[in-house]
């Protein structure tokens, strides 16, 4: 189905993600970009998610939060039909500590979808998209049974 | 004469010789906000991550976002490599894999772990979180981090 025929509950789905999700919303994220099984979130800086407060850069834990949350949306975009996700396993390489002060941007993509599993790399960085502070690769379940049942995908 | 603030090095030092981590853990920021503080009865290393409503992922459920449960595992682990090694400087965290295991209920939430190799440079550590029941875990990751010797350090 091509992108301007999917059903509306998509778009409803990405304006709202951020605002269903108190630890997302607590944090200020904003989602910059979502498409198909894909999605660029942002993550404001800010001094209560340092982990060394010697040099004012953030924690890894922080980075993981970022990177799961562009994830999610990357993943409930992608199917037909949207349904409840779980997150399955996240692999993820720091390659870089995050410069003090700059806003942390993560961009995530779903390469191979099934009927119960999508697949994802996902990238962090903060100016230039090329010059990576973290990389990452993970795993999401659908959970189509209950989705009726449980809200998210609600009419 | 006004003294500075103590070093994060200072602070590892204190907290080893008090026996008690939350020494160092009050100077993390990110460790304060998630509500993570640690105990170390009978000599093992136990953290715990209060229950809030600021970190709910899903409140349909409810559950603790995902990257929070990272995020706890990671801290668990590098306060393990802290209290394990003579060394003061923080662990860098080079990879980290983190299994969801079950769905994170807004409850309390306990993590340990162990360090499985101790290189010179590198330092593997598996960690799990559990809720309720320790026979239970709701994650758990595996890490590997990048470790100063003490050998090596500028002040020993």
Known sequence: MPASKRPPIAEELIRQYVGIIPHVAELGMET????????????PY???????????????GAVTTLIDTVC??????????PSRVATLDLRIDYLRPATPLRDLYARAEVYKLTRHVAFLRAEAYEDDPRDLVAAATGTFMF???NAARKGLAKP | MSASPPSLAEMVRAAREAGDMNRFIEAIPYARFLGISASAEGGVLTARLAS???IIGNPALPAIHGGVVGAFLE????????????SVRIPKTITITIDYLRSAGAHETFARAEVTKLGSRVANVRAYAWQADIAKPVSSANANFLITPANEE???
Do not use: F, Y
């Open chain 2, 154 to 156: 500028p002040n020993g």
């Open chain 2, 52 to 54: 809030s409503d600021k």
């Open chain 1, 32 to 43: 910059m970009h979502a498409a198909r099984g894909m999605a660029i979130m942002k993550l």
């Open chain 1, 46 to 60: 800010q001094g209560r998610l340092v982990g060394n407060p010697e040099n004012g850069v953030i924690h890894g």
């Open chain 1, 143 to 145: 959970v189509r049974r």
């Open chain 1, 72 to 81: 999610g949306l990357a993943v409930i975009t992608a199917p037909d039909e």
């Open chain 2, 75 to 86: 801290t668990t682990a590098i306060l393990q490599l802290l209290w394990t090694l003579d």
